[in-house]
């Protein structure tokens, strides 16, 4: 029964791992359309949500069957409940690459950012991009230092995502009320996918050392 036990939570291990995996690649396609307005790699990520979805519910309903049937403790159940609350995170960064894909069918053939602030969501994508990259390699391999790396590329995040509101409260803004509107969501979208891998690699670093990182902490 035992073997039988750890063999469970090792497949739940694998698949936070693979929701991960499709979670970049969410956000990375996410953001070649938003950069690129090109609408049919905006459906791609749109659909693809589904897939995230259905592996996170398949996920909570496999660790909810191991804690009624297996009864276990101290680590393990550790384990199960963060793969959980882990899954929740995860699913809720898919559903913000979907959002980042959708402003760019909504707004196509435009873009949806000015000009001027592109340069600035390259960033924030490419922070997120390696937030969602470091996360697969950190569920895989437990090595903390990843942790680490996650919340010094949200730091970043966080100063470019002030930037932006800055951007668009200045005078010489070069958009409408709309245009305004579209640029503070996106950003939203890109902070909150950051914020939610800060989460879940917290609850990483929590199963490893025993010990629960203070929120926002680099090093």
């Keep these: 029964m035992r073997k039988v036990f750890q063999a469970e939570l ?16 969410a956000m990375e396609k996410a953001n070649q359309s938003f950069v690129n307005a090109d609408i049919e790699l905006a459906q791609e990520v749109i659909a693809a949500d589904a897939r ?20 276990p403790v ?4 550790r384990m199960i409940v963060g793969a959980l609350r882990m899954s929740a995170s995860l699913e809720r960064m898919g559903d913000l690459a979907r959002h980042v894909a959708q402003l760019a069918r909504m707004r196509y053939p ?3 950012s000015p000009e001027s602030l592109r340069p600035t969501f390259a960033e924030l994508a490419e922070n997120d991009i390696a937030i969602a990259r470091k996360l697969t390699e950190l569920l895989d ?3 903390l230092e990843l942790a680490r790396d996650i919340n010094r590329h949200n730091d970043r995040i966080n100063e470019l995502h002030a930037g ?20 503070s969501l996106a950003s939203r979208y890109f902070e909150r996918f950051a914020d939610h891998g800060v989460s879940v690699a ?7 050392t025993g010990e629960w990182a203070p929120n926002g902490a680099s090093h």
């Design 10 to 25: 090792h497949q739940v291990g694998e698949q936070l791992i693979e929701i991960s995996r499709l979670v970049a690649e």
């Design 52 to 71: 995230i979805d259905f592996l996170q519910n398949d996920l909570d309903e496999r660790a909810i069957e191991i804690l009624a049937l297996q009864g």
């Design 74 to 77: 101290a680590s393990d159940l």
């Design 110 to 112: 435009a873009n949806v």
């Design 141 to 143: 391999t437990r090595n």
């Design 164 to 183: 932006i509101f800055k951007a668009i409260a200045a005078p010489d803004f070069p958009g409408n009320a709309p245009t305004a509107v579209d640029v």
């Design 202 to 208: 917290r609850k990483v670093t929590y199963l490893v």
